[in-house]
């Protein structure tokens, strides 16, 4: 505490400048997330109790899952009060109550009584004296009117389940009708359904109560309803309203989509946020998390919309919550691509290196590796994308190299290395194959390093990749001053 500070001051935390909270304060967890930390696990998870107590247990069910970040202390404790929780949210859900017999004691009689007279005598005064009407309203102070209220709901969620290629129509309709049953037995309440899609006969329209929000990331429609608005229900088809059962969407969209998600999913892990504009992953390096934005195959456009509209290109939304709502073709035709990260598979055993995006093939080499099995086993990420990497020695590392701690997957001009055990470590391909799999490696992507001939029940690609490179160059610098240090 400063020499002219207020003794008070002690017993406060402080926010931000000249901005101080009490913890004797009513609302002191509620200030912290607001004006503080909006994700303090302590805060959360208190929060989580007192709304328990109050008897709002979706609220308290909200703040419990906050509170339980895997790093949180109150981890365990939170996911604890979670799964009692569920089932009394479940069970909950369907009841109605009867409302409350209506009752006026004989003081609240008299008051209504008393102000039933007073409103009478007034009315006389206004007609009587119109002078006596003006002076009340020249006293009056105007107060601002037009401001927006919003009034605070509970979300009900729920997961309805569809049968492979049910017409878009009968999906609308049955969403609607389940809403509207859903809606009368609750007040003031938002109605959630997820549609997802199901080959099991007997969940075929079942509507349940949404327990996991991996559901929620794998659903293809929304519908939304509160019977105390005077507003429809809402339906909407995600990724841009397509229909969850067309056809396979083209290999080269699905690569193109994943690649960039991949980039999107590490930036955020690093950043702890998306990026606002899709081209910061396209940064020099050590940000170079893409070479660039790929075309989409079935327009040929690499071009980026904020909303769908259709005509070719990306959309990009950095405030969807899933990854595939995120980052999606512009296309009206093309069918909702799961999100499946770019991955890299090597076989010591085989000396073989694959790039996938299941349920596809990228691409496919031969490679070298480290001799007295200096090539360890394991699962390491691409930590470094660099072009012409320096080295102790020149050309060292080939004309590209793809970094992961102390070793990396690079070109070589020993091409008499590939297919045997020569490295000290690294995993090497020749210099044509590093720049060929280069551009479609995104920082973040997981390299599996394995010592068993594993079979890959996978489909090669066999459209040209060269269709998602774009004519002109992102121009971002891919080269570095740094002199790297891998095993070689």
Same mark, same amino acid.
Not at 21 to 29: A, C, I, R, V
């Given at each position: 505490?400063?020499?002219?500070?207020?003794?008070?001051?002690?017993?406060?935390?402080?926010?931000?400048?000249?901005?101080?909270?009490?913890?004797?304060?009513?609302?002191?967890?509620?200030?912290?997330?607001?004006?503080?930390?909006?994700?303090?696990?302590?805060?959360?998870?208190?929060?989580?109790?007192?709304?328990?107590?109050?008897?709002?247990?979706?609220?308290?069910?909200?703040?419990?899952?906050?509170?339980?970040?895997?790093?949180?202390?109150?981890?365990?404790?939170?996911?604890?009060?979670?799964?009692?929780?569920?089932?009394?949210?479940?069970?909950?859900?369907?009841?109605?109550?009867?409302?409350?017999?209506?009752?006026?004691?004989?003081?609240?009689?008299?008051?209504?009584?008393?102000?039933?007279?007073?409103?009478?005598?007034?009315?006389?005064?206004?007609?009587?004296?119109?002078?006596?009407?003006?002076?009340?309203?020249?006293?009056?102070?105007?107060?601002?009117?037009?401001?927006?209220?919003?009034?605070?709901?509970?979300?009900?969620?729920?997961?309805?389940?569809?049968?492979?290629?049910?017409?878009?129509?009968?999906?609308?309709?049955?969403?609607?009708?389940?809403?509207?049953?859903?809606?009368?037995?609750?007040?003031?309440?938002?109605?959630?359904?997820?549609?997802?899609?199901?080959?099991?006969?007997?969940?075929?329209?079942?509507?349940?109560?949404?327990?996991?929000?991996?559901?929620?990331?794998?659903?293809?429609?929304?519908?939304?309803?509160?019977?105390?608005?005077?507003?429809?229900? +809402?339906?909407? =088809?995600?990724?841009?309203? /397509?229909?969850?059962?067309?056809?396979?969407? *083209?290999?080269?969209?699905? !690569? $193109?989509?994943?690649?960039?998600?991949?980039?999107?999913?590490?930036?955020?892990?690093?950043?702890?946020?998306?990026?606002?504009?899709?081209?910061?992953?396209?940064?020099?390096?050590?940000?170079?998390?893409?070479?660039?934005?790929?075309?989409?195959?079935?327009?040929?456009?690499?071009?980026?919309?904020?909303?769908?509209?259709?005509?070719?290109?990306?959309?990009?939304?950095?405030?969807?919550?899933?990854?595939?709502?995120?980052?999606?073709?512009?296309?009206?035709?093309?069918?909702?691509?799961?999100?499946?990260?770019?991955?890299?598979?090597?076989? +010591?055993?085989? =000396?073989?290196?694959?790039? /996938?995006?299941?349920?596809?093939?990228?691409? *496919?080499?031969?490679?070298? !590796? $480290?001799?007295?099995?200096?090539?360890?086993?394991?699962?390491?990420?691409?930590?470094?994308?660099?072009?012409?990497?320096?080295?102790?020695?020149?050309?060292?590392?080939?004309?590209?190299?793809?970094?992961?701690?102390?070793?990396?997957?690079?070109?070589?001009?020993?091409?008499?290395?590939?297919?045997?055990?020569?490295?000290?470590?690294?995993?090497?391909?020749?210099?044509?194959?590093?720049?060929?799999?280069?551009?479609?490696?995104?920082?973040?992507?997981?390299?599996?390093?394995?010592?068993?001939?594993?079979?890959?029940?996978?489909?090669?690609? +066999?459209?040209?990749?060269?269709?998602?490179?774009?004519?002109?160059?992102?121009?971002?610098?891919?080269?570095?001053?740094? !002199?790297?240090?891998?095993?070689?």
């Amino acid at each position: 505490m400063g020499r002219f500070d207020s003794h008070l001051k002690k017993n406060l935390l402080h926010i931000h400048k000249n901005i101080y909270l009490s913890k004797s304060d009513e609302q002191y967890h509620e200030k912290i997330l607001r004006y503080h930390d909006p994700s303090s696990p302590e805060a959360h998870y208190l929060l989580g109790q007192k709304m328990e107590e109050k008897g709002l247990l979706v609220k308290a069910y909200k703040h419990y899952q906050e509170a339980a970040n895997i790093y949180s202390p109150y981890y365990f404790k939170a996911k604890q009060a979670c799964r009692l929780l569920e089932d009394q949210i479940t069970g909950d859900m369907g009841q109605v109550q009867k409302p409350a017999k209506a009752f006026l004691p004989f003081y609240a009689k008299v008051i209504l009584c008393t102000l039933l007279i007073i409103n009478v005598c007034l009315l006389i005064l206004l007609f009587l004296f119109p002078s006596f009407s003006s002076t009340i309203s020249s006293s009056l102070k105007m107060w601002n009117t037009g401001t927006d209220v919003v009034y605070e709901t509970e979300d009900l969620p729920y997961v309805m389940y569809f049968p492979a290629n049910t017409p878009k129509d009968k999906i609308e309709k049955s969403l609607h009708d389940q809403s509207i049953r859903l809606g009368r037995d609750v007040k003031n309440k938002n109605i959630l359904i997820y549609g997802v899609s199901t080959t099991d006969s007997k969940l075929s329209f079942e509507v349940l109560p949404l327990k996991s929000r991996s559901i929620e990331e794998s659903s293809f429609v929304k519908a939304e309803y509160n019977s105390a608005l005077s507003e429809p229900v +809402k339906i909407r =088809f995600l990724n841009n309203g /397509k229909e969850a059962f067309s056809v396979d969407p *083209s290999p080269l969209s699905f !690569i $193109g989509a994943n690649v960039v998600r991949t980039a999107l999913q590490s930036y955020m892990k690093d950043k702890g946020m998306p990026p606002e504009r899709l081209n910061q992953l396209v940064a020099d390096y050590p940000d170079n998390y893409l070479s660039f934005i790929p075309n989409e195959a079935t327009t040929g456009s690499n071009s980026v919309s904020s909303s769908f509209t259709g005509s070719g290109g990306w959309v990009y939304n950095h405030e969807a919550a899933a990854m595939a709502d995120m980052f999606y073709p512009n296309t009206p035709d093309s069918s909702p691509i799961p999100f499946n990260p770019v991955q890299v598979d090597i076989d +010591k055993q085989t =000396f073989s290196l694959i790039v /996938k995006t299941p349920p596809y093939i990228i691409s *496919s080499h031969s490679i070298g !590796i $480290g001799k007295n099995d200096s090539t360890p086993i394991g699962r390491f990420p691409i930590r470094n994308r660099v072009l012409e990497p320096l080295g102790e020695h020149p050309g060292m590392f080939g004309t590209a190299a793809l970094g992961m701690g102390d070793i990396a997957i690079h070109g070589t001009f020993d091409e008499a290395s590939i297919e045997n055990a020569m490295s000290h470590g690294c995993i090497r391909l020749t210099n044509p194959d590093i720049k060929e799999i280069y551009d479609l490696v995104p920082k973040g992507a997981v390299v599996t390093i394995s010592d068993s001939n594993a079979e890959h029940k996978l489909k090669p690609v +066999k459209q040209n990749l060269d269709q998602l490179i774009p004519h002109s160059g992102s121009g971002n610098n891919q080269t570095s001053g740094t !002199i790297f240090t891998w095993a070689d």
